[in-house]
Structures are given as structure tokens and as C-alpha cells.
């Protein structure tokens, strides 16, 4: 059965510093994979995608991510992040037939 | 433009009682999906439809039921409410399997309370 795994629960850091978020996913097929955010009181919104070709994307608001698929891992990555990328992000991988499961969520707070 | 429709936003439930989220998208997708979120567990996915006329179960199906009514409409149906489904729900919705990568939009979430 697929499955994803975030690294961490909650990290903090000042403004400023850079971000890496940990994602491995398990499941032996094709895969796409996605980071979504949840801001304060919001639903779910995109972060960016990878579905194929060049493993290194980039996303919306300087995010990026790289597909590693030897080590079945999706890290999400910022060079410098703002009090504003406060917010909950998940992993996602769609795998088998139509189904998308999420990991468990890192928490992100960002201290100005 | 109006997206994937949840209601109701809020509801209170005593244990035993039964209720039916309702779901509607407006986008013309293939797939639908519906999550319930708890802290520190993320969301995990209750049941899905690929199509319309199909539905699988996710990752945590039991006290749950769906209906995919039409290809807008999927329902989710508790039938005998426990304080363990106590938690935010989201229905989701996306193109689908001939559309590698497309992105799944969410819902505003129900917030479901048993008592």
C-alpha cells in the first residue's frame, strides 16, 4: 500500500533562514507528487507539482522541489524563508488507479 | 467561479445521529475525493471516485459511506456518528487518470462535532 512520510512535526525558524522539508513516499510504480499549504484558517492550495521530467521543480512563491526517485523522496526546499510561509505543508503522491494520499503534515512557524 | 462546493460548513452530532455531506464541483472532473483532517495526522482519505459510478475506499473507509450521485455530486454519509469522527472534512476533486499531474482543489471544509 502507498504511504507518505514528512520528517518533521513542527520546525521553527527566523526569518530569513533556509527551509528544507523532508518527504519519502512508498510505492515501487509511477508517481506524481505534490506540495500543498494550508496558511492559518485556509484550505489546501497547490505549492507545486512533479509528474515527469526534469526531477528539480519549482513552485509558486520560491519554493522548489526535487524528485530523488532511488530514495523515493520529494524534499521541498526555500533559500529563505518569511514570517508569511507560516502555515502547515503536506506531501502528497497520486500512485495506483486515481488515488492521492497525504502525509501527516510539518507544521512551519517563522519567527520574524 | 464556484469550484468544489461543501455543505454544511458547521454541524453539530450526538452519537448515533446520521448526516450526509454534500459535494458538488463545478469543474467537469473525472475524480473525487473526500479527507477528514486531525491534528498531527494530516488528512487521510476516506473514500474516493475515479469516475462516475465508481467509488473505492481510502485509507480509513469504516463508519462511512459515499455516493457518487452524478459526475458533480459525491456524497459522504455517516450512519451512526461516533465522537471518533469528530475532525474537519474536506471533499476534493481533480481532471483524473488521463491527465497526469493535474492539481487537487479542495473544498472550504465541514467541521463535524459528535457529542
Known amino acids: 500500500a502507498q504511504s507518505v512520510s514528512q520528517h518533521n512535526h513542527h520546525v521553527i525558524l527566523s526569518e ?29 492550495q497547490l505549492l507545486l507539482k ?13 519554493f522548489e522541489a526535487e524528485f530523488i526517485k532511488s530514495k523515493f523522496s520529494f524534499n521541498l526546499r526555500k533559500p529563505s524563508v518569511q514570517w508569511s510561509d507560516t502555515a502547515e505543508y503536506f506531501c502528497a503522491v497520486k500512485a495506483s488507479y486515481d488515488k492521492v494520499i497525504f502525509g501527516p503534515g510539518t507544521s512551519l512557524s517563522v519567527i520574524p | 467561479n464556484a469550484g468544489v462546493t461543501q455543505t454544511p460548513k458547521f454541524q453539530v452530532l ?39 459510478g465508481t467509488t473505492d475506499k481510502g485509507e480509513v473507509p469504516n463508519g462511512y459511506n459515499v455516493s457518487r450521485l452524478n459526475k458533480r455530486e459525491f456524497s ?9 469522527q469528530t475532525s474537519v472534512y474536506f471533499c476534493a476533486s481533480r481532471q483524473g487518470t488521463d491527465h497526469s499531474g493535474n492539481t487537487i482543489y479542495f473544498g472550504e471544509g465541514s467541521w463535524l462535532t459528535v457529542v
Open chain 1, 16 to 44: 530569513a533562514a533556509s527551509l528544507e522539508l523532508g518527504c519519502n513516499y512508498s510505492y515501487g510504480g509511477t508517481v506524481n507528487l505534490f506540495w500543498y499549504v494550508q496558511y492559518p484558517g485556509q484550505h489546501l
Open chain 1, 50 to 62: 512533479y509528474f515527469s521530467g526534469d526531477p528539480l521543480v519549482k513552485g509558486i512563491k520560491g
Open chain 2, 14 to 52: 450526538k452519537t448515533g445521529q446520521s448526516m450526509t455531506l454534500q459535494c458538488a464541483q463545478d469543474m467537469n472532473h473525472n475524480s473525487m475525493y473526500w479527507y477528514r483532517q486531525d491534528p498531527g495526522m494530516g488528512l487521510r482519505l476516506i473514500y474516493y471516485s475515479a469516475s462516475e
Open chain 2, 76 to 84: 459522504l454519509r455517516l450512519e451512526s456518528a461516533a465522537p471518533s
